[in-house]
């Protein structure tokens, strides 16, 4: 089943009563009007339905028992700072069974499998890279495929970077100045944005798998917590520059993140992609994905699944 995801950016109070999550308006809850009243003005969602919250409001209240329900539901709670700039992901410590045993597996996997693994990652993310270009560009896109054809163990030869130099000098050409950076001109807050929408959604898959986000198979940042999460979503970024493309396409290049946008760039979750030959929402590909991952670490397998565009 699809989960659904929740943006809260108005003032709510959250908590939750037999198994669903109970969303009232602080200014019907403070007024004087009758209970019945107040009850009525209730909205409810069953909390097995969730796979995404994000609170992007300062004045959300949201109870311990919510954030239990929710976290007991797999779900991702994503905070926001005074930018409306997702800021904080909050998971659950404990995602499967036997989690244990496979923090282990993955805890031993070996520097060669793990450099193979980033292998087929980059190898995937630059394919998929060169299929934007061609949708929304002219570029000349033989060079990105025999760059991904051409990524080695490890990816020494760092292809990766050649290939983003090229893909961002192309991808937004028409716009002036733009650089791919976190505080550049638009649409680097769309990409910030969708990214870690797109984040919470992958360390959502591992912690179900039964994985640990924080330890990659290349990234290594010690002030990361969620290493392995930027290692496996690298393939699927595409999809998010994909709808950025669209958005600037339909409402021009100098955007804000107003509401409506911000609700185009939650669709991220549930954006049709291809996988195994088949297609899916995002959000189950990406538990696809993760739990082939698993299989590679304990041996089961030699290749990690991800959609191709």
Request: aromatic share 8%; proline share 4%; glycine share 4%.
């Amino acid at each position: 089943m699809i989960k659904k995801t929740l943006c809260f950016s108005n003032p709510a109070y959250l908590s939750v009563r037999d198994g669903q999550l109970v969303i009232k308006l602080p200014e019907v809850v403070n007024s004087n009007v009758s209970d019945d009243f107040k009850k009525a003005s209730e909205t409810t969602r069953p909390i097995e339905d969730i796979g995404v919250v994000l609170l992007d409001n300062k004045q959300i209240t949201i109870t311990s028992a919510a954030l239990d329900a929710l976290l007991q539901n797999n779900c991702a709670v994503i905070t926001c700072n005074s930018s409306s700039m997702p800021a904080g992901l909050l998971l659950p410590l404990s995602g499967n069974t036997i989690q244990s045993e496979r923090f282990r597996t993955q805890i031993e996997a070996s520097l060669p499998l793990k450099k193979q693994l980033w292998q087929q990652t980059i190898q995937c993310k630059i394919s998929n890279q060169a299929k934007v270009l061609e949708r929304f560009t002219d570029t000349e896109t033989r060079c990105m495929k025999k760059w991904a054809n051409d990524v080695k163990s490890g990816d020494n030869d760092n292809l990766e970077a050649r290939a983003a130099v090229y893909y961002w000098k192309n991808l937004f050409k028409d716009i002036k100045d733009f650089v791919r950076e976190r505080d550049g001109v638009c649409p680097n807050n769309l990409l910030n944005y969708g990214y870690a929408i797109l984040r919470a959604v992958i360390a959502r898959a591992l912690v179900s798998s039964g994985l640990l986000p924080t330890f990659g198979i290349h990234h290594r940042n010690k002030y990361n917590a969620y290493c392995l999460a930027d290692d496996i979503m690298e393939p699927y970024r595409p999809y998010v520059d994909q709808l950025v493309c669209q958005i600037i396409q339909q409402y021009g290049h100098d955007l804000e993140l107003t509401k409506e946008i911000k609700g185009q760039l939650l669709t991220i979750p549930i954006l049709d992609v291809t996988i195994n030959n088949k297609r899916s929402p995002l959000m189950i590909a990406a538990t696809q994905t993760t739990a082939s991952l698993f299989k590679c670490f304990n041996g089961e397998r030699r290749k990690i699944i991800y959609p191709e565009l």
